[in-house]
């Protein structure tokens, strides 16, 4: 079993960066699928990014909404997993959690695809 931790989050004024870290414990996180996924008030959890296992490559998938300026990645000596957040928009105000999923299909968008999950961290941008 992993035990997953968000930080990173704060507020930021509309075109900033944040750059949150999602930290592993009891388990490598080479060993699973992660993901980022956000839920804003009032609204579904949502996906945002997801990378493979650290033995294919670390193929990543992005949503839509923030392929171009979010970024995830892994540092698998921290057992560490990272979303670089770029040109921030008001609309991506949430709380994002990371997810940690067994081996398999992959990109992986769905909540179910994730046994565990972090606690979250707060990320609000102003206009």
């Known amino acids: 079993q992993v035990q997953l931790v968000e930080s990173g989050g704060g507020s930021v004024q509309s075109g900033g960066s944040l750059r949150l870290s999602c930290l592993g414990s009891?388990?490598?996180?080479?060993?699973?699928?992660m993901g980022w996924f956000r839920q804003a008030p009032g609204k579904e959890r949502e996906f945002v990014a997801t990378?493979?296992?650290?033995?294919?490559?670390?193929?990543?998938h992005y949503d839509k909404s923030v392929k171009g300026r979010f970024t995830i990645s892994r540092d698998n000596a921290k057992n560490t997993v990272y979303l670089q957040m770029n040109s921030l928009k008001p609309e991506d105000t949430a709380d994002y959690y990371c997810?940690?999923?067994?081996?398999?299909?992959?990109?992986?968008?769905?909540?179910?695809?994730?046994?565990?999950w972090g606690q979250g961290t707060q990320v609000i941008v102003s206009s």
């Open positions: 997810g940690a999923g067994s081996q398999g299909s992959f990109p992986r968008t769905a909540r179910t695809g994730y046994e565990y």
């Open positions: 009891g388990r490598a996180l080479s060993d699973y699928v």
């Open positions: 990378i493979d296992g650290a033995g294919w490559g670390s193929v990543t």
